[in-house]
């Protein structure tokens, strides 16, 4: 009887399925992913550990009935296209987070991996460029050993392949004046052999953060650290020598320099054959992360978030999968990267809730991240200088190590902070008060000695808007002609624009209406 495998699917909440192996075909590993029918169509899905493997009688029943199963279509990978320890860590955010285990296996998959089509086509995401290379024979021309004539622009297309490294894109010979016509023509005399070579798309090589960053680093060279981040990268590398699985809370304030403690340690491990995961809340924040690792591990950083085209992200991927890099930084998706034994994992800006995704499979990269060490005896850095409570607690309950850098680079002061009473102001002033006197003299001073300020306000008022359910108009400010804010302790509704003012009316001025 042929065998039975488990097949994770991306469809919402929907439990791994059972399906036989066909006759002839070898059964495909955890990992590897599979078309299988689903109703009237068929899927591309993912094979899952089997519920034997996890102590389930579910599939020793579905063994006995396996008549009543059906067949896979195909199998399109012999070997697993995402490690185990990927599957399983997918496995437990369905568990934990309540989706189903082909949505978070699809959040671990490059684009464009688990198609649902009515055929089960793979539309390929591979970048190819057709090159030329000089053959023996074309050689032996060049140089005389072989009779035959050349033309001077082939005898100079023969010269540029001759004193290349490697085969050249036919697109760069055309620069060089070497048209496709030329190539030809050499190619039909079996000089030079053309064909298609695949090539991994760099987004790093058109970031122009990242080439500042770069040239930042390049002209500052090895910075010297301060003795607070020695301390810091002191207890960080001997909580790696354990080679165990470590949480460590970076408590350091802003501009302290974490990110060179978290390159410096990222030194350390690769240069022991382990792999390093970097996540940054924002795509915004990778450029500048990415240089400074890059300016280090050069071509063997990896990024991976959504700001990449799927062509990108998918090249990105394969490298990592293939063993290409050391380094891999990127946003919370990143979590799920198919670094090969991994030893450290750095959650930058920890706090951050950008780390939650908020759609399906919802789960928190942070959490996500230390459960993946843990599997993975490595070491977790979180940094922060504003750390949440959930870390600060496992601090305080001692399942974390805290590690405190409280001084900045080159001694900096930190920012002046005063905080200023605003019921002391009305009392003086008036309810009507928006700036204080305080904050009115700063701003005097900045804007008369040719500065700028950046005043960063919260969301004022107890509604954003007064409506009249009665008609559907809302009360307008006559000179920016945007809904005024009402203010229920004043009894005011406010522009927050030009501060214009008005006592909320209890009918609408527009229809009467006592429905306010």
């Known amino acids: 009887m042929s065998g039975v495998v488990s097949v994770a699917v991306d469809v919402p909440l929907l439990s791994a399925l059972t399906y036989r192996v066909p006759e002839g075909l070898a059964e495909p590993p955890v990992g590897a992913r599979v078309i299988a029918p689903l109703g009237r169509r068929v899927v591309t899905g993912c094979v899952v550990p089997s519920l034997s493997n996890q102590g389930g009688s579910d599939h020793a029943a579905s063994v006995r009935t396996s008549a009543k199963l059906r067949y896979l279509v195909k199998c399109l990978d012999v070997e697993p296209y995402l490690p185990r320890e990927i599957v399983e860590l997918a496995l437990w955010v369905s568990d934990y987070y309540a989706c189903g285990p082909g949505e978070a296996i699809a959040a671990a998959m490059p684009p464009l991996s688990m198609l649902k089509s009515r055929r089960g086509g793979q539309k390929s995401v591979f970048k190819t460029v057709r090159v030329a290379a000089l053959t023996d024979l074309g050689r032996n021309v060049l140089f005389g050993r072989s009779p035959g004539k050349l033309g001077p622009r082939q005898r100079l297309g023969l010269r540029l392949l001759d004193t290349a490294s490697d085969a050249l894109e036919l697109t760069v010979l055309a620069t060089q004046g070497i048209g496709r016509e030329t190539i030809e023509r050499l190619s039909r005399r079996s000089l030079v052999s053309i064909y298609s070579k695949r090539i991994d798309r760099d987004p790093l090589a058109r970031d122009s953060v990242v080439r500042d960053v770069l040239k930042g680093k390049s002209a500052n060279g090895d910075r010297e650290l301060t003795t607070g981040q020695e301390r810091a990268l002191s207890e960080l590398t001997s909580l790696w020598s354990e080679h165990a699985f470590n949480v460590a809370l970076l408590y350091g304030v802003t501009g302290s320099g974490k990110t060179e403690v978290y390159l410096r340690l990222a030194q350390e491990v690769s240069a022991s054959g382990r792999g390093v995961l970097v996540l940054v809340p924002e795509i915004a924040l990778t450029p500048a992360v990415t240089g400074t690792f890059q300016s280090i591990f050069g071509r063997r950083l990896a990024v991976q978030h959504s700001g990449l085209s799927d062509g990108e992200r998918h090249d990105q991927w394969h490298r990592i999968r293939r063993g290409d890099v050391d380094v891999v930084v990127g946003t919370r998706s990143a979590v799920f990267a198919p670094i090969e034994n991994l030893g450290l994992i750095v959650v930058d800006e920890e706090h951050d809730g950008s780390y939650k995704q908020e759609e399906t499979p919802r789960y928190h990269a942070r959490s996500v991240a230390v459960v993946r060490a843990q599997r993975a005896g490595a070491l977790v850095v979180l940094g922060s200088a504003t750390p949440s409570l959930e870390s600060y607690q496992n601090v305080r309950a001692g399942r974390y190590r805290c590690v405190v850098m409280a001084e900045r680079v080159g001694r900096r002061p930190m920012a002046s902070v005063e905080v200023v009473d605003m019921r ?4 003086e002033e008036g309810a009507d008060i928006v700036l204080s006197r305080v904050l009115r003299e700063a701003l005097s001073g900045v804007l008369g000695s040719g500065e700028q300020a950046l005043i960063l306000l919260n969301r004022r008022g107890y509604a954003s808007a007064v ?14 002609s945007v809904a ?13 624009y030009c501060n214009y003012g008005v006592v909320n009316p209890s009918t609408c001025k527009h229809c009467a209406g006592p429905y306010l």
């Not at 409506?467 to 920016?480: A, F």
């Not at 005024?484 to 927050?496: D, E, I, P, S, V």
């Open 467 to 480: 409506l009249c359910r009665q008609c559907g108009r809302t009360l307008e400010c006559p000179n920016c």
């Open 484 to 496: 005024l804010t009402f203010h229920r302790a004043a009894g005011r509704a406010r522009c927050h």
């Open 424 to 427: 002391k102001e009305m009392a």
